[in-house]
Nanobody
Framework: QVALAESGGGLVQAGGSLRLSCAVTGHSLSFRTIAWFRQAAGEEREFVAALNWRGTNTSYADSVKGRFTISRDNAKNSVYLQMNSLKPGDTAVYYC?????????????????WGQGTQVTVSS
């Protein structure tokens, strides 16, 4: 049984930081790519960042480049999203997603497994 579980969301003031975690259980070694997506109220789900499981290749949305960093700890089967210089526009539910292939797709329909999401709210 494969499962992804996000944690670390919360309320933060603009300019602050949060670190999201995604714990991967089950056949985690089969996953080649882990990504973060987010969905604001009334908006489409959008790509944030992706990382191959070896950590040698990353991809970021233009809106978060230079502010967010995706990383992983294979020993803990976990992936992280460090978010700095947060803006009110970053407010959304953040989802962890995984796919068996190695390409760092930015489209949500390329990811087979999803977590339940964690809310991030950035106040101005």
């Amino acid at each position: 049984q494969v499962a992804l579980a996000e944690s670390g969301g919360g309320l933060v003031q603009a300019g602050g930081s949060l670190r999201l975690s995604c714990a991967v259980t089950g056949h985690s070694l089969s996953f080649r790519t882990i990504a973060w997506f987010r969905q604001a109220a009334g908006e489409e789900r959008e790509f944030v960042a992706a990382l191959n499981w070896r950590g040698t290749n990353t991809s970021y949305a233009d809106s978060v480049k230079g502010r967010f960093t995706i990383s992983r700890d294979n020993a803990k089967n976990s992936v992280y999203l460090q978010m700095n210089s947060l803006k009110p526009g970053d407010t959304a539910v953040y989802y962890c997603a995984a796919r068996l292939g190695s390409s760092l797709y930015t489209s949500s329909n390329q990811y087979e497994y999803w977590g339940q999401g964690t809310q991030v709210t950035v106040s101005s």
